[in-house]
């Protein structure tokens, strides 16, 4: 792994950010904020429950939790730590994706409800995607590692579609069935898993090749 001292040093702040970015959301939503309902006040425990539904909320989590590993420099030679971190960086990666295409439109928001967006959908994302693409740690993601850092966003999308109308609340509106009929919204699932699968496989090939040591080039006489 990279142990310069800036390299850990990254790594502890995508850490430090993206923590403080989902217990800052957590706090505003017990303090009845709902930037995507505003009009809705469930519960405080409903509020909680739909706050850790959010895919952004579990994308923010799973990035801090695999950047603390390289910012302590502890658990990198896992398969258990590639997979997870595979599954970071690509989840994170759809997470400002989708926010920018699909849900910022939407949004209309201001004080410390923009700041916490900024932070889960904007900051969390590229210092993320910069610190694997510059500081690595390299050489760990493998083809195999795809279908099981798949399978948390597959898991998530099930659960999340056949408990929506239970309880009556999806956690996007494009994942809605009730408004938007189950062809639409499986057809925007699919698109979105063509990016998490192109994505991922692009993840680890671009993990290979920058791994790879430069060709040396002989120097004629």
């Known amino acids: 792994m990279d142990s310069r001292p800036g390299a850990r040093a990254v790594h502890a702040i995508t850490f430090a950010v993206a923590a403080f970015a989902v217990v800052f959301q957590l706090v505003l939503v017990v303090q009845g904020h709902s930037p995507l309902a505003p009009e809705l006040r469930p519960t405080t425990g409903e509020a909680v429950r739909r706050f ?3 895919f952004t909320i579990q994308s923010n989590v799973l990035v801090a939790v695999t950047a603390l590993a390289p910012a302590i420099g502890r658990g990198l030679g896992s398969r258990w730590w590639a997979v997870a971190r595979l599954a970071a960086v690509v989840g994170i990666t759809v997470t400002g994706v989708v926010h920018l295409l699909l849900l910022r439109p939407i949004l209309h928001l ?6 916490a967006d900024l932070l889960l959908h904007a900051v969390v994302p590229v210092l993320a995607l910069v610190g694997w693409l510059v500081l690595g740690p390299r050489g760990r993601a493998e083809r195999g590692d795809v279908a099981p850092a798949l399978a948390w966003p597959v898991l998530w999308l099930v659960a999340t579609l056949a408990l929506g109308p239970v309880v009556h609340w999806y956690p996007y509106p494009f994942l809605d069935v009730s408004k938007h009929g189950l062809g639409s919204v499986l057809l925007v699932c699919l698109a979105v898993a063509v990016l998490f699968v192109g994505l991922a496989l692009g993840a680890v090939a671009l993990d290979r090749r920058l791994s ?3 060709e040396v080039v002989p120097v004629r006489p």
């Open 212 to 214: 790879a040591p430069a």
């Open 110 to 115: 201001t004080g410390v409800d923009w700041w």
């Open 52 to 54: 850790f539904s959010y």
